[in-house]
């Protein structure tokens, strides 16, 4: 029997309903949210999607970090008394100043519901042994990965405290068929493999599924992960410690990432105007958790830039053509996945460059085993200069080079200096990769 999946109107209609009973509960006792509704004038009652989108105000991480400044350590956006929360994690601060963010027991499990969706849509089942790459520090995704994956009775495997050698062999001996990890740690584990002659032809990993970068849905970063990983299959999905899981991948078209609309509004507007995206074009992702009642977030910027693979009728996701991806399912894809970062572009010479261009590039090449891009100059004149190390079967530095610059000349009309430095140069990264630098 196929999958049966909700409709449009069927989520437009679970998202009006808990939009409505998640505003009457902040109201009296979200301090946060309080200040905000009576800042704009708002009243709670809404009566419709469409009434909220045209009349509540936004919430920009920048607020909440003064929020949390001016009310340490956890700030004021809490629905419920301090002692029901149960969990406090934090973001990684790789753009601002770190967040806290506190979860009750119930918002917890919420946020397990959700991933749940992410292995579903990878095929993950009871059977699977999942290996985390991860530190497991005080970032939420390791977290919520690992319990979802507890919930479903997976064999479960931390990798926390191991060195890159040390988790390749616990893949190796414990016969590990998931690898859950950054793209570009599944690359520098690979790489390990390489140099230090782990022989990874009895690896059993069928799927690997990435996060925390763009790349998990760039096709040549993808490819280049199956390559190395003996043809697994790569999946991407999407969250945030402020939103939790939020997307999870089609699986029928790889490198389209579906919004989990019966737990997110999501909607899609341009960063500088803030009116709705037009149709086809990128625009910052917002999100309001419908169901993170302890520590919500109503239309939040997320910084994020996707494109909508549907025509939108409007501001939000509810009034998207009642067409369903060719997968069966209804809910919101975004083309490409995550594109990139709002904050993250940069304007050289007229020309709006953003990294994902650079490494897509980069890693189409298949030669490049770590970059790193230098910003030179003032904020207003910028110029590019990139510094890459050849993949070890590559001997002819001189030709990777000019054919990476000729590459750039042809995608962006501009020349950007390239250098190829000796294996070893460049910082690797377990978590969040951090390759652009200011000189």
């Given at each position: 029997?196929a999958?049966v999946?909700?409709t449009?109107s069927?989520i437009?209609s679970?998202?009006l309903s808990?939009?409505?009973?998640l505003l009457?509960?902040?109201e009296?006792?979200n301090r946060?949210?309080?200040?905000?509704?009576?800042?704009?004038?708002v009243?709670?009652?809404?009566?419709?999607?469409?009434?909220?989108?045209?009349r509540f105000?936004?919430t920009?991480?920048?607020?909440?970090?003064?929020d949390?400044l001016?009310?340490?350590p956890?700030?004021?956006?809490l629905?419920?008394?301090?002692?029901?929360?149960?969990?406090?994690?934090?973001?990684?601060?790789s753009t601002?100043?770190?967040?806290?963010w506190?979860d009750?027991?119930d918002?917890?499990?919420?946020m397990?519901?959700?991933?749940?969706q992410v292995?579903?849509s990878?095929?993950v089942?009871?059977?699977d042994?999942?290996f985390?790459?991860?530190?497991?520090?005080?970032?939420?995704?390791f977290w919520t990965?690992?319990?979802s994956a507890?919930s479903?009775?997976c064999?479960?495997l931390?990798?926390?405290?191991?060195?890159?050698?040390?988790r390749l062999r616990?893949?190796?001996?414990?016969?590990?068929?998931v690898?859950?990890?950054?793209?570009?740690?599944?690359?520098?584990?690979?790489e390990?493999?390489?140099?230090e002659?782990?022989d990874l032809?009895?690896?059993r990993?069928?799927?690997?599924i990435?996060?925390?970068?763009?790349g998990?849905s760039?096709?040549a970063?993808?490819a280049?992960?199956?390559?190395?990983?003996?043809?697994?299959?790569v999946?991407d999905?999407?969250?945030?410690?402020?939103v939790?899981?939020?997307a999870y991948?089609?699986?029928v078209?790889?490198?389209v990432?579906h919004?989990?609309?019966?737990s997110?509004?999501?909607?899609?507007?341009d960063?500088k105007?803030?009116?709705?995206?037009r149709?086809?074009?990128s625009?910052?992702?917002?999100l309001?958790t419908l169901?993170?009642?302890a520590?919500?977030?109503?239309?939040?910027r997320?910084?994020?830039?996707?494109?909508s693979?549907?025509?939108l009728?409007s501001?939000?996701?509810?009034t998207?053509?009642?067409?369903?991806c060719?997968c069966?399912r209804?809910?919101?894809?975004l083309e490409g996945?995550i594109?990139?970062?709002t904050d993250?572009m940069?304007?050289?010479?007229?020309?709006?460059i953003?990294p994902?261009?650079?490494?897509?590039?980069?890693?189409a090449?298949?030669a490049?085993?770590e970059?790193?891009?230098?910003?030179?100059?003032?904020q207003?004149?910028?110029?590019l200069?990139?510094q890459?190390?050849?993949?070890a079967?590559?001997?002819?530095?001189?030709?990777l080079v000019?054919?990476?610059?000729?590459?750039?000349q042809?995608?962006?009309?501009?020349r950007?200096h390239?250098s190829?430095?000796?294996?070893?140069?460049l910082?690797?990264f377990?978590?969040?990769?951090?390759?652009?630098?200011?000189?």
């Amino acid at each position: 029997m196929a999958d049966v999946f909700p409709t449009r109107s069927a989520i437009a209609s679970s998202q009006l309903s808990q939009l409505r009973k998640l505003l009457a509960t902040l109201e009296p006792v979200n301090r946060f949210y309080r200040q905000k509704f009576l800042g704009a004038g708002v009243k709670t009652d809404i009566g419709s999607i469409e009434d909220f989108t045209q009349r509540f105000p936004f919430t920009t991480k920048v607020e909440l970090v003064e929020d949390q400044l001016a009310h340490p350590p956890y700030g004021t956006n809490l629905t419920f008394p301090l002692e029901d929360y149960t969990r406090c994690h934090q973001t990684s601060g790789s753009t601002g100043a770190p967040l806290r963010w506190l979860d009750t027991h119930d918002s917890w499990e919420w946020m397990l519901n959700n991933w749940k969706q992410v292995y579903q849509s990878a095929s993950v089942t009871r059977s699977d042994r999942i290996f985390f790459a991860f530190s497991f520090g005080p970032f939420l995704g390791f977290w919520t990965a690992f319990e979802s994956a507890l919930s479903l009775g997976c064999f479960n495997l931390p990798g926390g405290g191991l060195s890159s050698a040390a988790r390749l062999r616990a893949i190796l001996d414990h016969g590990a068929t998931v690898l859950c990890c950054t793209p570009t740690y599944g690359n520098r584990l690979a790489e390990v493999a390489h140099d230090e002659k782990i022989d990874l032809s009895a690896c059993r990993i069928k799927t690997l599924i990435v996060a925390g970068e763009p790349g998990g849905s760039v096709p040549a970063i993808r490819a280049r992960l199956s390559e190395r990983w003996r043809g697994a299959r790569v999946v991407d999905h999407y969250g945030m410690t402020e939103v939790g899981p939020v997307a999870y991948e089609c699986p029928v078209r790889a490198g389209v990432l579906h919004a989990i609309e019966t737990s997110y509004l999501a909607e899609i507007i341009d960063p500088k105007t803030t009116q709705p995206a037009r149709p086809g074009e990128s625009g910052e992702l917002v999100l309001t958790t419908l169901g993170r009642t302890a520590s919500p977030l109503l239309r939040y910027r997320t910084g994020d830039l996707v494109m909508s693979g549907a025509h939108l009728t409007s501001a939000h996701s509810s009034t998207l053509n009642p067409q369903p991806c060719a997968c069966g399912r209804y809910d919101l894809p975004l083309e490409g996945g995550i594109l990139g970062r709002t904050d993250d572009m940069v304007v050289v010479r007229g020309v709006n460059i953003f990294p994902g261009a650079i490494d897509e590039i980069i890693r189409a090449s298949g030669a490049v085993a770590e970059y790193q891009v230098t910003v030179h100059g003032s904020q207003t004149l910028p110029e590019l200069s990139v510094q890459i190390e050849p993949s070890a079967n590559r001997e002819d530095c001189h030709a990777l080079v000019e054919q990476l610059e000729r590459e750039f000349q042809t995608a962006f009309s501009l020349r950007i200096h390239v250098s190829a430095v000796s294996r070893g140069t460049l910082p690797r990264f377990e978590m969040k990769a951090r390759r652009w630098v200011k000189a």
